[in-house]
T-cell receptor, first 114, second 107 residues
Framework: DSGVTQTPKHLITATGQRVTLRCSPR?????VYWYQQSLDQGLQFLIQ???????AKGNILERFSAQQFPDLHSELNLSSLELGDSALYFC?????????????FGPGTRLTVL | GIQVEQSPPDLILQEGANSTLRCNFS?????LQWFHQNPWGQLINLFY???GTKQNGRLSATTVATERYSLLYISSSQTTDSGVYFC?????????FGSGTKLNVKP
């Protein structure tokens, strides 16, 4: 158990809908990362937050947004969903924002868009 | 963005064998990390290794940043080593992943 929790574990929804994925980092970790894993695109870095502030942005679509709250949990919002958004979404946390930090991954949320 | 290529894409080993996985990248990077995804999907961060060599048990990694490649060595492989190994390079705080090497260790 990495100490990172993600909810829900599975999510099935329809095209055009909006969903919110939640991530709670390990106790004491200030940095949260979001990743998308799909058969087509492989593993992709979406976005990183550090202590409530956006730190780095990867291949995150404009239809997607994220935030990190004062209690350090993070939410990834996906809107106007398309079939191609079906994927496994991971979050990870690390103590700080340094590249030397080990990232601890949650179990992922599997999103299916029908 | 930075291109990351991993080889081989697939690898089948008998338990106890050794293996070398390779990661090539197209540009200078600040950081390189290796990850393992087990057959149940759990991701683990194995190494942070922008240059030089590190060892952790039966796993070791070497990165030659000037030649833009990294190697992951697995010695005396075990069935629990099965899964997909990803390398990721970091430039300007962004992670770029390779497509992975899928390893199957047979008993």
């Amino acid at each position: 158990d990495s100490g990172v929790t993600q909810t829900p574990k599975h999510l099935i929804t329809a095209t055009g809908q909006r969903v919110t994925l939640r991530c709670s980092p390990r106790s004491g970790d200030l940095s949260v990362y979001w990743y998308q894993q799909s058969l087509d695109q492989g593993l992709q870095f979406l976005i990183q937050y550090y202590n409530g502030e956006e730190r780095a942005k990867g291949n995150i679509l404009e239809r997607f947004s994220a935030q990190q709250f004062p209690d350090l949990h993070s939410e990834l919002n996906l809107s106007s969903l398309e079939l191609g958004d079906s994927a496994l979404y991971f979050c990870a946390s690390s103590p700080r924002a340094r590249g030397t930090d080990t990232q601890y991954f949650g179990p992922g949320t599997r999103l299916t868009v029908l | 963005g930075i291109q990351v290529e991993q080889s081989p894409p697939d690898l089948i080993l008998q338990e106890g064998a050794n293996s070398t996985l390779r990661c090539n990248f197209s540009d200078s990077v600040n950081n390189l990390q290796w990850f393992h995804q087990n057959p149940w999907g759990q991701l683990i961060n194995l190494f942070y290794i922008p240059s030089g060599t590190k060892q952790n048990g039966r796993l070791s990694a070497t990165t030659v940043a000037t030649e833009r490649y990294s190697l992951l060595y697995i010695s005396s492989s075990q069935t629990t080593d099965s899964g997909v190994y990803f390398c990721a390079v970091v430039a300007f705080n962004k992670f770029y992943f390779g497509s992975g090497t899928k390893l199957n260790v047979k008993p």
